[in-house]
């Protein structure tokens, strides 16, 4: 019923910027869906990066991308970015958009109702 297609994956250098797009679509699709970004490296579990409320706009991060990473979205677009910053090798990984229950549950992997097919980033040293 919601369908999640994301885009602007690909190789840079370390110190690098990046700007994923995740756009929904779907008859059911309401700005009351949390969204959030995940990501998975080869050899490890996927693990949470940056959830936000569509209702409110509070956001959250995982420790790791802090500060380096932003979340953000476009109703209009129902479309969900993350703009990566000072990008590491180690943020190498497919990364996936999700949309949830809501934005606490989303950071714990929880409450995740649909799965976009993910978008290789690749950081170079």
């Known amino acids: 019923q919601v369908q999640l297609v994301e885009s602007g994956g690909g190789l840079v250098q370390a110190g690098d910027s990046l700007k994923l797009a995740c756009a929904a679509s779907?008859?059911?699709?309401?700005?009351?869906?949390?969204m959030g970004w995940f990501r998975q490296a080869p050899g490890k579990e996927r693990e949470f990066v940056a959830a936000?409320?569509?209702?409110?706009?509070?956001?959250s991060y995982a420790d790791s991308v802090k500060g380096r990473f932003t979340i953000s979205r476009d109703n209009a677009k129902n479309t969900v970015y993350l703009q990566m910053n000072s990008l590491k090798p180690e943020d190498t990984a497919v990364y996936y958009c999700a949309a949830g229950a809501s934005r606490s549950d989303l950071a714990y992997l929880r409450g995740v109702i649909y799965w976009g097919k993910g978008t290789l980033v690749t950081i170079s040293s």
């Open positions: 779907g008859r059911t699709f309401s700005n009351y869906y949390a």
């Open positions: 936000i409320a569509w209702s409110g706009g509070a956001t």
